[in-house]
DNA sequence: CTCCAAAATAAAGTCAATTCACATTTCAGG
DNA sequence: CCTGAAATGTGAATTGACTTTATTTTGGAG
C-alpha cells in the first residue's frame, strides 16, 4: 500500500508546502514567484502544478491545514466548563481568530479568501467553505450544550444560531484582514459586543416583561 | 472651469466603464480582456489604465454606482411604514441583496469581493468597505426608528445592531454567490430566520419570565 | 534483471494584465 | 495666432502565471 513511491509523493508534496510556506510568510503572496516556491522545494516548476492547480491553491491548502488543527482546539473548548453564555461563546470564537492568526498574516488572509471567492469550485475553494460550514457546525454544537445547560433558550434550532455566530465572527474578521491598520484588540472588542448583543437579542419582550415582572 | 480636456476625461471614462459594464455581462470577468474593453471604448489598452488601476478596479467602479442607488432605495423604504420589526429588517435587507443581483451575476460579485480583498487600500477597494459601513449605517437607522417606535428595545446600541445585521446579510450573500448552483429562494430563506433569530435573542431570560408571568 | 507506466523535468510556448517610452493633444501666456 | 509645458493617449514590451511537450527517471511487477 505505502510503496516507496507513494511515500516519495507525500514527501514531495510537503516539501512543496513547506516552501511555499516559507515564502509566503516572508514575502507574501503577491511577491512569492511559483518558479521561487519551485526551486527552494527542489523540483521543476511544472511539479507544483502536478501537485497544487494554482498558486491560489497552494495557500488554500495551507489554510486547510490549520483548519483542522483549529477545529480541535475548539472541540477541546467545547469539553470544558463554562460559565455564562455569552463569554462561552466569544471564548470559542476567540480561539478561531487567535489560531488564525498564528501562521498566517492579513495580506495572506485577504489572498486566501480571495482564491476562495474566484475559485469556489476547486477542490480547494471547496475545501474552505466546507471548514466553514464544519466551524459554523461546531459553534452550534456548543449552542446546544449551553441549550442543555440551561443557560440559552431551548425553543431555538442552535445550528441556526450557530451559522449566526460563525458569520458573524467572519464578517468582523473580514473586516480585520481588510484593514492592515486595525488592532487584534479591537476586532476582539467588537466580537465580544457583537456576541452579547446576539444572545441578548433586539426584541422589546425582554423588557415588557421586565417591567411587568 | 470646464474645459474641453475635463469633458473628454468624464465621456471617456463613461464610454470605458459602458463597455467593462457590457462586456462583463455579456462574458464574465475572467473572459473579459482589458484589450475588448478598450477595443469597445475606442481607446487604448494604455488609456484604461490612466483612468482604472486595473481589471477589478473597472468592475468595483461599477459595484459602486450601484451602490449608491441600493442606498437611496434602503432611505426610502426606512421612512415608509413597518409592522413588526423582524419583517421590517428583513424587508430592508432584501432590498440590499435583490438591488444586488440587477445588474451583476454570482460570477461578477464575486470577482469584485476577490479584488476588494486584495487591493483593499486602493481608491476602489476603500470605496467598496465604505459603502458596506454606510450600507451597515442605514441599517442602524431602521433599528433606531424601530426602538423610537417601541418595536425594538432602546437600551442597545443601534449603530452596533445595525453592523451586527449588515454582517449578517453580507455573510449569506458571500455564501449565496460562491454556491453557483444556491437558488435566491434559500438565500432570501435564510435570511429572513437569521434576521427572526438576531431579534428575538438567545438569552435563556425571556423563556424564564415568560413562565414566572 | 528487464521492462512498463507513472511521474518528474526542463524548456519552450501561450496568454493576458500591467507598464513604459514615446507621440499627440490641450491650453496658458505672450 | 504661436509656442512649449503639462497632461493625456498609445501600443509595443515586459512580466509572471500557467500549459504543453518531448525526454528522462524510477519504483515495482513479472
Redesign the interface.
Known amino acids: 500500500m505505502t510503496g516507496l513511491r507513494e511515500r516519495q509523493k507525500a514527501g514531495r508534496r510537503r516539501d512543496i508546502l513547506a516552501a511555499a510556506s516559507q515564502l509566503f510568510a516572508r514575502n507574501g503572496f503577491a511577491d512569492t514567484s511559483v518558479e521561487a516556491i519551485a526551486a527552494l522545494a527542489e523540483v521543476g516548476t511544472g511539479t507544483v502544478y502536478n501537485y497544487f492547480s494554482s498558486k491560489g491553491d497552494l495557500l488554500m491548502a495551507l489554510v486547510a491545514l490549520d483548519g483542522e488543527q483549529v477545529r480541535a482546539r475548539g472541540k477541546r473548548f467545547i469539553a470544558g466548563r463554562h460559565a455564562d ?1 455569552a463569554t462561552a461563546l466569544y471564548g470559542l470564537l476567540a480561539i478561531y481568530i487567535d489560531h488564525s492568526l498564528v501562521h498566517l498574516t492579513k495580506e495572506l488572509w ?2 486566501a ?6 475559485q ?2 476547486s477542490p480547494f475553494g471547496i475545501g474552505y ?1 466546507e471548514n466553514d460550514r464544519l466551524l459554523a457546525e461546531q459553534v452550534g454544537e456548543l ?1 446546544a450544550v449551553l441549550q442543555a445547560d ?8 442552535a445550528a ?2 450557530g ?2 455566530l460563525f ?2 465572527v ?3 474578521f ?2 480585520f ?4 491598520k486595525m488592532p487584534k484588540t479591537q476586532l476582539h472588542a467588537r466580537l465580544r ?2 456576541v452579547a ?11 415588557l ?2 417591567k ?2
Chains 1, 2 share one sequence.
Open positions: 453564555p485577504r489572498n479568501m480571495a482564491t476562495a471567492l474566484t469556489a469550485d467553505f449552542v440551561g443557560s440559552l433558550k431551548s425553543d431555538i434550532d441556526q444560531a451559522s449566526a458569520i458573524i467572519n464578517g468582523l473580514m473586516q484582514v481588510a484593514q492592515e459586543a457583537q448583543l446576539f444572545v441578548a437579542g433586539l426584541s422589546a419582550e425582554t423588557v416583561q421586565r411587568r415582572a
